[in-house]
């Protein structure tokens, strides 16, 4: 080893830097900053109420139409990413049906509108039978062809989805437990779970989330400051005098959950993370104003323009976080 490489590898120690993972083969600085295009397959449960003339579930109960969620959500995303990310939905099925739980049960017109009625007497067993989504709509063999990079679900309140779930070899927590398989499968994908009785502000959480998972993936062998991850989602709370961005349920000042109201100023860094990955110090005190006063789809579309998007790499991780959002096979 020679002077160099000796003194390189103790300061790799000092900062709390391990043995890194591979890059994906065929990553270079080049494929970090082009376009994403994410091909989806949209699968919408909308059971029709033959009590109510044949009316479909959303529109007899008032709730969103899912192709107006799917425009805002995707212009969202194209817009907080600087036009990289564009989702395409290749391909639209509607489901005249109630899906099944995993333990077998399903809700049918008359169980699920008491229900609804009542606000009480859910099923207690309530995620969906994911092995039977995935083998009833053959979705190994969509995205195995290229024909689709992943999957999102539109249903009703308790249809039972995750907000997002990924499915494949080597397949890691991604807000929801694993669905590893193989078989006939060689790469990954997710499963988006959206809820029609919402607006987009839920969508752009649930992609947050996804986000998390995947970014802590991949920052998971730095320490410490090395940690740009952990660095970013700081907030007043765990960090006073040290916030940055927070998360999707922290604004920088948020003293709990969903606080992203609070009009308390406090000093965060996020600004410095729009010139990423060249930081300059700035720091500054900021409270809701800066996020649309507590509205949730102004405070996630705030998070998300902060989401480095720059061309190499820090490390092992590249400086385009998008491409761990969004490509699940990116980095792992």
């Known amino acids: ?8 590898a103790k300061i790799r120690k000092a900062l709390g830097i391990g043995e890194q993972p591979q890059r994906t083969p065929g990553w270079d600085e080049r494929v970090d900053i082009v376009t994403l295009r994410p091909r989806v397959l949209l699968i919408t449960f909308d059971p029709s109420l033959q009590s ?16 107006r969620l799917v425009s805002d959500f995707v212009g969202d995303i194209r817009d907080c990413s600087g036009d990289l990310v564009q989702f395409e939905v290749v391909e639209k099925i509607e489901v005249d049906s109630w899906p099944a739980k995993a333990d077998g049960f399903r809700y049918d017109e008359q169980s699920y509108l008491a229900c ?7 099923h207690s067993q309530d995620t969906l039978d994911y092995a039977a989504l995935i083998d009833d709509f053959g979705l190994l063999h969509r995205v195995e062809s290229g024909d689709v990079d992943e999957v999102w679900l539109f249903g009703f309140p308790y249809a039972g989805f995750y907000e ?14 694993p669905i590893v398989r193989s078989d006939g499968l060689s790469r990954r994908f997710v499963i988006m779970g959206f809820n029609y009785e919402r607006d987009t502000g839920p969508m752009l959480e649930s992609l947050g989330h996804r986000a998390e998972s995947l970014l802590k993936h991949a920052w998971r062998d730095y320490v410490g400051e090395a940690n740009l991850w952990e660095r970013f989602i700081r907030h007043e709370k765990v960090a006073p005098g040290r916030a940055h961005c927070g998360w999707m349920h922290y604004a920088p000042n948020s003293r709990s959950d969903y606080d992203w109201g609070n009009p308390a100023p406090v000093l965060s860094s996020c600004d410095d993370w729009l010139t990423f990955p060249a930081f300059g110090g700035v720091v500054r005190q900021v409270d809701c104003r800066d996020w649309g006063d507590g509205d949730m789809r102004a405070h996630h579309m705030w998070w998300f323009r902060h989401l480095p998007r720059a061309a190499g790499f820090t490390g092992d991780v590249a400086n385009n976080w998008w491409l761990y959002a969004v490509d699940p096979n990116a980095g792992h």
């Open 1 to 8: 080893m020679s002077f160099w490489d000796d003194l390189l």
């Open 116 to 122: 609804w009625q009542s606000k009480a007497g859910w």
């Open 164 to 177: 997002s779930i990924m499915v494949g070899p080597g397949a890691i927590w991604c807000n929801a437990p």
């Open 52 to 67: 109510l003339g044949g009316q479909q579930l959303s529109q007899a109960l008032g709730w969103h139409q899912v192709d």
